[in-house]
């Protein structure tokens, strides 16, 4: 099958933990997202990768960080740094950044909780 | 700056019913359409896109939209709802070289 997948599906975190959330995707895409969903909120892009080896902040970096070794993975770590971690993680990914006319797919999604 | 809107928060539509989901953007040039919908606890899901030509496009699940260049809007339409089409809908535009922006949200219910 091909597609995106995001895990754990629901993830906890201590005060002052990082953690990591897994983006996975087989479908050959170059471009992969990073988006934080809040209730009654759209949807807010925290990093994107136009390609391999590169990455982007977004418009809500702060307290985050990301890695993309690999074209197929694009892993996004909470740091303890994030204030409010809280949030509903969408993980996305586009056969090219300059593709504009073509669709993102999404994963899943990570609902992560701070106890 | 670069802006979606989607001016209903809720929408409720009797089963049979056409529906209509709103969406008006303000972003520079041309943009990519896109509508998506969304279950609870779960990713987007893409259901039609505008790119060029023909104003009315018709997307997944019997789901259309129609373009609006003097309006900027991107109107979701159904011309008969369906209980089942109950979830969160999420236009979004793709401005060229840009990333996606994505309106607010429009929850749709549609009831029995």
């Known amino acids: 099958d091909g597609g995106i997948t995001q895990s754990p599906k629901y993830l906890f975190r201590k005060e002052g933990q990082n953690v990591t959330l897994s983006c996975e995707q087989n479908?050959?895409?170059?471009?992969m997202y990073w988006y934080r969903q809040d209730p009654g909120q759209g949807l807010r892009l925290i990093y994107y990768?136009?390609?391999?080896?590169?990455?982007q902040k977004g418009d809500i970096a702060e307290g985050y960080s990301v890695s993309r070794e690999k074209k197929e993975s694009f892993p996004l770590t909470v740091t303890s740094a994030q204030k409010n971690p809280t949030a509903f993680y969408l993980c996305?990914?586009?056969?090219?950044?300059?593709?504009?006319?073509?669709?993102?797919?999404f994963g899943q999604g990570t609902r992560l909780t701070v106890v | 700056a670069q802006s979606v809107a989607q001016p209903e928060d809720q929408v409720n539509v009797a089963e049979g019913n056409p529906l209509t989901v709103k969406c008006t953007y303000s972003?520079?040039?041309?943009?990519?359409l896109f509508w998506y919908v969304q279950y609870p606890n779960r990713g987007l899901q893409f259901l039609l896109k505008?790119?060029?030509?023909?104003?009315l496009v018709k997307g997944s699940y019997g789901f259309e939209a129609e373009f609006n260049k003097s309006q900027t809007s991107f109107h979701l339409k159904k011309p008969s709802a369906l209980v089942s089409d109950s979830a969160l809908y999420f236009c979004?535009?793709?401005?060229?070289?840009?990333?996606?922006?994505f309106g607010p949200g429009t929850r749709l219910s549609v009831l029995p």
């Open positions: 996305a990914s586009q056969s090219g950044w300059m593709s504009g006319g073509t669709e993102a797919f």
């Open positions: 479908l050959n895409h170059d471009a």
């Open positions: 990768s136009q390609i391999v080896n590169d990455f």
């Open positions: 972003v520079s040039g041309n943009p990519y």
């Open positions: 505008y790119i060029t030509g023909d104003n």
């Open positions: 979004a535009v793709r401005p060229l070289g840009q990333n996606f922006v």
